[in-house]
């Protein structure tokens, strides 16, 4: 007979726990008891295994943790609250900063705006008094213009006069001056030219005879008036035939006339007034210049290119005008 039979199961076992029963009193009220009668007490848990202790562990743990949560939550709320306050205290300070200045810009710029209106209507104001002055300042130039053309015409109608009024008269430039010298001695200057140009000169043929005052040191011109224009013309026409018949430099001089000292041209022409002798000046400088004759007739200035065409028309210089066009023409 085997006596050897397989061991009763057993409940595996938690660790801390024990094969005893685990409610003593039970198994002693039980095994006391009539079968069929079980009485059931509580069970004493251990505090640190039980689940109550636990689930108090974690809610503290939380309740910790929370408050740990609330706290910082409440440090960073009122170290944000300050922050903003800060913020929003500068933020007021700069606000109210842009706020003045963009009032003082409004008002600086209402101020420009006025300025630029004042300036605006000053402006106006000038052009306005500028139009007129300059309206009134063409005016006085077209005046001026014509009272130059005015002026002109009248210093021609004066040598006109002055013209007329001396038709008879020629002047002799270049004639050595005496130191105590008389008319008579004047006179005879006159005839003696007129004795080399072949036409007789009494002093009953001259009117009047005078020098003109002139420039230190030089000559000073004689004034020669006939007593009639035929006479006047003859002697000129007598002198400007025998200077063209001769070279240069046998044409009339001082030593034809007998004076003595160095041979010197003597150059006879009609006299003119003392604006036309500027212009025959400049008009024979030009002519010099650009190979041009030269001479007055008259009164009147003439130039004329120097060619064999006899028939070209001569030019009259009224003016230093005409000179300046011929000049820009060369």
């Not at 029963?21 to 069929?36: I, R």
């Not at 251990?46 to 689930?55: I, Y």
């Amino acid at each position: 007979m085997n006596t050897q039979r397989t061991p009763p199961s057993t409940k595996s076992l938690r660790h801390g726990q024990s094969l005893s029963e685990s409610d003593l009193t039970s198994t002693a009220e039980t095994g006391n008891k009539p079968a069929g009668k079980v009485t059931i007490s509580n069970k004493r848990q251990r505090v640190d295994d039980s689940p109550n202790h636990e689930t108090n562990q974690f809610t503290s743990t939380f309740n910790d943790f929370k408050a740990e949560i609330m706290k910082m939550l409440t440090e960073w709320k009122t170290e944000n609250a300050d922050r903003l306050a800060i913020w929003k205290a500068e933020h007021d300070a700069i606000l109210s900063g842009l706020t003045k200045d963009i009032s003082d810009l409004k008002i600086q710029c209402s101020q420009i705006r006025e300025s630029h209106l004042e300036i605006d209507r000053s402006v106006k104001f000038v052009n306005t008094c500028y139009e007129e002055i300059k309206n009134k300042f063409d005016e006085i130039q077209k005046l001026r213009k014509e009272n130059d053309e005015r002026t002109v015409q009248l210093e021609q109608f004066i040598q006109d006069l002055q013209l007329q009024s001396r038709p008879a008269t020629i002047e002799l430039r270049n004639v050595p001056q005496k130191t105590k010298e008389t008319t008579d001695d004047l006179v005879a200057v006159v005839s003696a030219i007129g004795k080399v140009v072949d036409i007789a000169i009494e002093p009953s043929n001259l009117r009047d005879l005078y020098r003109l005052p002139g420039i230190s040191g030089t000559p000073r011109p004689i004034v020669a008036e006939f007593i009639s224009v035929p006479k006047r013309n003859e002697f000129l026409s007598n002198v400007r035939r025998y200077n063209k018949e001769r070279p240069i430099t046998d044409k009339l001089n001082t030593a034809s006339i007998g004076v003595p000292g160095d041979k010197k041209p003597i150059y006879v022409d009609e006299h003119l007034p003392p604006s036309k002798k500027k212009l025959f000046y400049d008009a024979r400088t030009f002519a010099k210049a650009n190979k041009f004759s030269c001479w007055n007739s008259h009164g009147r200035i003439l130039l004329r290119r120097d060619s064999n065409d006899l028939n070209e028309k001569p030019i009259q210089i009224k003016s230093a005008k005409c000179i300046l066009a011929l000049t820009k023409k060369q």
